[in-house]
């Protein structure tokens, strides 16, 4: 019996091992089907599972080696990281700027952002999925709108500086859309975000379909958006993304592109702050990025507005 315990005990330890090794290979895997296949499907998926494998040792606790415990205690760490927890202090610098977006699709409604934009007072509103009927529905005329299939509001003057289209890509509607605004004497670049999802891709695999060429045409696609935000952001001054870039952070093109820049959540967030739900999990797919002469005060994912999307606010500190 001793030995069947020691084996089930070993085997555990090198299946957490290998685990891991997997986790920590996602954002480096390669942009061919296959690697696709197995990013959408580990990033957009439950990751709840990497928590029970972590724990299941506590069962063959007397029987693990002291090479076991090292390796629990790696792999604890790493599936931990995997949820995307954050344990971050918010700064206590005062902030200037408050930020709010939200993507309006599936039911959000109308009143509950009115009444939230009454609470936050956020001085820059990103709304995608959104339609001019909705912005009059919950902001009077003391505010400046414009909508290009995503609509920006703003308690200061914003100058429309352009957009770019996933008509490109063969899509329909923009992916982002620029502006330039004054805030306080700060000149600052704007842009809201709405980037292709990975839906279609992770629906055909959930149904046993497996097609390379569509696979590809749609990562491109995205590979493509990130790259041309990436490229504004760095020409850039001063400047604000924020909206539903549909990835998360471990995603090899949030790493290729986006990691380089403030990331809100990641900087000043604190706990598990997924703003898209399913009914039985979540993820970060949306995101508020900033330049670095722009700190971050706070940043969080707030309760629901009726959406699929949770709305995320950051408060930031002019230089």
Not at 22 to 39: K, N, V
Not at 143 to 150: A, E, P, Q, V
Request: aromatic share 10%; with cysteine; net charge neutral.
């Amino acid at each position: 019996m001793n030995k069947l315990v020691k084996f089930f005990s070993i085997t555990l330890s090198i299946c957490c091992l290998l685990a891991a090794g997997a986790i920590l290979s996602l954002p480096h895997l390669p942009d061919t089907p296959l690697g696709i296949s197995i990013s959408y499907l580990s990033l957009f998926s439950p990751r709840w599972w990497a928590i029970l494998l972590a724990l299941t040792p506590i069962l063959f606790i007397r029987q693990l080696g002291k090479w076991q415990y090292l390796s629990w205690a790696l792999c604890a760490v790493v599936f931990v990281q995997f949820q995307d927890l954050q344990l971050k202090l918010p700064q206590r610098q005062a902030s200037a700027i408050t930020i709010l977006s939200l993507n309006n699709g599936n039911g959000a409604s109308s009143p509950q952002i009115h009444q939230l934009v009454a609470e936050l007072k956020p001085d820059i509103v990103f709304m995608q999925e959104s339609k001019p009927e909705r912005v009059q529905q919950v902001f009077d005329d003391s505010w400046y709108s414009h909508c290009d299939h995503l609509c920006t509001v703003s308690r200061t003057p914003i100058e429309h500086q352009g957009s770019l289209s996933r008509e490109t890509f063969g899509g329909f509607g923009k992916f982002a859309v620029f502006y330039h605004t004054t805030i306080d004497g700060k000149e600052l670049s704007i842009a809201n975000i709405h980037m292709d999802t990975p839906r279609p891709t992770i629906n055909a695999l959930i149904h046993g379909s497996f097609e390379p060429e569509a696979f590809n045409n749609l990562h491109f696609a995205r590979n493509m958006q990130a790259s041309l935000v990436a490229s504004w952001a760095k020409q850039q001054t001063s400047y604000i993304a924020a909206g539903d870039f549909n990835m998360t952070v471990q995603e090899n093109l949030y790493q290729r592109h986006l990691a380089g820049l403030n990331n809100g959540i990641d900087l000043v967030g604190s706990g598990v702050n997924y703003t898209k739900y399913t009914s039985w999990h979540g993820a970060r797919i949306d995101h508020v990025l900033a330049s670095e002469d722009l700190s971050f005060a706070s940043a969080r994912v707030l309760d629901s507005v009726g959406g699929d999307h949770r709305p995320i606010t950051a408060s930031l500190a002019l230089p």
